[in-house]
């Protein structure tokens, strides 16, 4: 460790920076508020030579609340550092995690040529620490492939099922997961909820309430996940201020170079495919930029295709193991049938209990072997109960036109692999 201080104050005296390093420079034993590791320095180099930089922030709702966490770090970058010029580029997306962000990021983040990226994903991130390796890691190699220059930071939220992990000294399961990527790959990272634990444990906040109930203590949330603009969205905000402070003592120009992966088969070659590109049968519309759908989601998907007719399918015909789609699920979505390598049909809903309102959504594969497949979406046009899966959460149908088709709308295929 001594070594490493030691080059890295000679790097910063060459590059004519702040003679301060960072320190710890990696993680140390237990749960951290910020793991510093190698810092941010292209970012304060450009930021403290008073260039033009870019600031993305991919993630979920969290962060696409607006006048949230996402703005107020912004416009605090933006005050702070009156010499530079900041521009924004606000990726996230709700109830997504970093299963789409890894095939979202050329189009949505890397386009716009980033400096800094915020990934923000671990509260939507549920499933296992090897799924999340893949994609996250994805999401790295892929920006610093393109962009060796850009810096990264991950950014980590919490659920109110979190707490115990947090409050017993330990990293909910996916920030645990993440932090072996950051670790690999020297990623700083911060744990925005660590001061919500610690007001919480001094008895000033209540996690979930109705703030009329609880006068002079901060309520977070009033559904468990989402921070209250007017006081939660700020203990996030000051917790990426305090650790982005931090980070501006160590500044110079130095191009990540991508070392051996942590998982080999993680998903860089994560791509979007277009409809036009695979086998379609049947009726398809693409929608007119004035339908109400292409104006409410033109920034993420510029394309939806629609098939209404029982029996049109598309058929994607690749190499690789990981394949799905892109596309909306809403009130008029349906059912498709799935087949791969001829199989039986697998019947997948693209309508669930949060389907009252449009929204884009994901749908991938159980992985499938490494190899050649082929595989067919089919629509089905089958009728089902819509209204008892929305009972689940107490959502009672009154405009019933609206969910009489059994329809799919489609975006992107997403694709891990080559197509034959």
């Known amino acids: ?19 301060k390093v960072l320190e710890p420079l990696y993680p140390t034993d237990g749960i951290q508020e910020f793991n510093y590791r190698q810092g941010l320095p292209n970012f304060f180099s450009k930021v403290k030579s008073r260039k033009e930089v870019t600031v993305a922030y991919l993630g979920g709702s969290i962060t696409a609340t607006r006048n949230g966490w996402r703005d107020i770090t912004f416009n605090w970058l933006d005050s702070a550092y009156p010499g530079a010029s900041f521009r924004q580029v606000d990726a996230a997306m709700g109830g997504t995690g970093s299963a789409l962000g890894v095939f979202r990021i050329d189009r949505d983040v890397l386009q716009y040529n980033p400096d800094l990226i915020f990934i923000e994903f671990a509260v939507n991130d549920a499933g296992s620490a090897e799924s999340i390796y893949k994609s996250m890691e994805g999401i790295v190699r892929k920006t610093w492939k393109t962009f060796p220059g850009a810096d990264i930071c991950f950014v980590y939220t919490l659920l109110e099922s979190h707490l115990s992990a947090l409050q017993g000294g330990n990293y909910q399961p996916s920030a645990a997961a993440m932090e ?18 610690q007001l919480l444990n001094e008895g000033k906040l209540v996690f979930t309430g109705n703030p009329a109930d609880h006068p002079g203590k901060i309520v977070f949330t009033a559904d468990g996940t989402h921070p209250l603009s007017v006081a939660g969205q700020n203990i996030y905000a000051q917790a990426v201020i305090r650790g982005l402070t931090k980070l501006s003592d160590f500044a110079m120009s130095k191009p990540h170079a991508l070392k051996i992966p942590y998982i080999q088969d993680n998903w860089e070659e994560a791509r979007m495919i277009s409809l036009t590109d695979v086998t379609t049968t049947g009726s398809w519309e693409l929608l007119p930029a004035r339908d109400p759908l292409s104006t409410m989601f033109v920034k993420y998907l510029p394309e939806i295709y629609k098939a209404k007719t029982p029996g049109t399918s598309c058929t994607i015909r690749f190499s690789g193991k990981i394949l799905g789609v892109y596309d909306l699920v809403g009130p008029a979505s349906g059912i498709l049938d799935v087949i791969v390598d001829g199989k039986p049909a697998i019947e997948v809903y693209r309508f669930d209990a949060y389907a009252n309102y449009y929204r884009a959504h994901n749908y991938l594969l159980k992985e499938l072997p490494e190899g050649d497949h082929e595989v067919t979406f089919v629509v089905t046009g089958k009728q089902f109960d819509k209204a008892a899966i929305l009972a689940k959460r107490n959502i009672v149908i009154t405009n019933p036109l609206d969910y009489e088709e059994n329809t799919w709308f489609v975006g992107k295929l997403l694709l891990v692999g080559k197509l034959r």
């Open 1 to 19: 460790m001594r070594l490493t201080l030691l080059f890295l104050f000679c790097g910063c005296m060459m590059a004519g920076c702040s003679s």
């Open 180 to 197: 072996k990527i950051a670790g690999h790959y020297g990623i700083p990272s911060i744990h925005m909820g660590m001061p919500v634990v």
